[in-house]
């Protein structure tokens, strides 16, 4: 997840650039951001601009934006914040204190992570197949001569 990515993380300030190689081994990245200010989509775009300015690679991570606190929110708030979109898709809401969402985002967290581990595994297979025959009975059997040796 990336709470404690501030403005000029990539310059150091912070945990700067500690912060951001951890991000770097991530499979999946969770933007969290506090419901309860009113700079939600402004909050999003630095935490992008820094992982782009660090490592433009960085968002091409399977994602998720993830709006905290909405406990904290008032009720005729919460329309607006569910029409918001980050990286063309809708936020998930949550509360660590009621535990509304939590349930969604371990789910939602936990499909991505296995759609990066399908993608990483289909990636693997092309690149150790690209070039090759590929394997048949015909090739994998062949008989052992003699001194032990393939025909």
């Known amino acids: 997840d990336i709470p404690g990515l501030i403005e000029g993380a990539h310059l150091g300030r912070g945990l700067g ?68 979109r980050f990286a063309s898709s809708k936020p998930l809401m949550i509360s660590a204190v009621t535990g509304e969402g939590i349930d969604t985002l371990v789910r939602t967290m936990w499909k991505l992570l296995q759609e990066h581990a399908e993608r990483k595994s289909e990636e693997h297979s092309r690149v150790r197949t690209r070039g090759r025959r590929p394997r048949t009975a015909e090739t994998t059997s062949r008989k052992r001569r003699p001194g032990g040796g393939r025909q």
Request: aromatic share 6%.
């Open 17 to 84: 650039l500690q912060f951001l190689r951890h991000i770097e081994r991530t499979r999946v990245l969770v933007f969290l951001l506090d419901a309860t200010r009113e700079t939600i989509q402004e909050d999003y775009a630095i935490l992008v601009r820094e992982l782009t300015h660090f490592n433009e690679s960085l968002t091409d991570k399977p994602s998720l934006t993830v709006l905290t606190k909405v406990d904290a929110i008032p009720a005729g708030k919460v329309p607006r914040l569910r029409k918001l």
